[in-house]
């Protein structure tokens, strides 16, 4: 058990729907990251959210977005969802101090929430 | 730029026998290198990481990888292979600049271990 916990574990929908997905991070943990994970992509970094900023973008659409509350739980929010959002849905988090102090960079995987966009 | 190639996108063992997964890596700075696996319906789970101190890294159920900077290699071998070690397995290369904590994922090797 990394720490890190995500819900829902299993999400349905239809197109043109909106979901949030929630996630929360090991105790300490300052930074949140989300990825996408499907299998004509792979694993893509979607955002990074540091002490409730966002910090660095990577492969998110428009239509995606998250944000990091006080008490470091971050939500992503997918909406006008397609049928090529069916992915599954990883946070992680990793230690960085308040400083930007680096403890340790590796991060540590939820376990997913997996999206079906029916 | 950072980059990371798994040589094998699927590799088939039998149980008892070595594993041997293969990574290159190509990194501007000295890189951090982890293997994370993940079983089926699961999250990412770290298995080990070099992060520049000694290049035999040792991680968890008997896997090891070894940093061989002139070869940008970071291979993941294990002894004996379990059964329960079938699963999928991502080697990773870390940036860490400005407060981003960058992770580049390779695209992944499929472990079969049959009977």
């Known amino acids: 058990d990394s720490g890190v916990t995500q819900t829902p574990k299993h999400l349905i929908t239809a197109t043109g729907q909106r979901v949030t997905l929630r996630c929360s991070p090991r105790s300490g943990d300052l930074s949140v990251y989300w990825y996408q994970q499907s299998l004509d992509q792979g694993l893509q970094f979607l955002i990074q959210y540091y002490n409730g900023e966002e910090r660095a973008k990577g492969n998110i659409l428009e239509r995606f977005s998250a944000q990091q509350f006080p008490d470091l739980h971050s939500e992503l929010n997918l909406s006008s969802l397609e049928l090529g959002d069916s992915a599954l849905y990883f946070c992680?988090?990793?230690?960085?101090?308040?400083?930007?102090?680096?403890?340790?960079?590796?991060?540590?995987f939820g376990p997913g929430t997996r999206l079906t966009v029916l | 730029a950072q980059s990371v190639t798994q040589l094998d996108s699927h590799v088939s063992v039998s149980e008892g026998t070595p594993v041997l997964l293969r990574c290159n890596y190509s990194s501007s700075y000295s890189p951090s290198l982890f293997w994370y696996v993940q079983h089926p319906n699961k999250g990412l789970q770290l298995l080990l990481k070099y992060t520049s101190a000694a290049t035999l890294v040792k991680g968890i159920n008997g896997f090891e990888a070894e940093f061989k900077k002139s070869e940008t290699s970071f291979h993941l071998t294990k002894p004996s292979a379990h059964m329960s070690d079938a699963a999928e397995y991502f080697c990773v290369v870390s940036h860490f600049s400005g407060g981003y904590n960058k992770l580049i994922f390779g695209a992944g090797t499929r472990l079969a271990v049959h009977p």
């Open positions: 992680a988090s990793s230690a960085l101090t308040e400083g930007g102090l680096l403890l340790g960079n590796e991060q540590f």
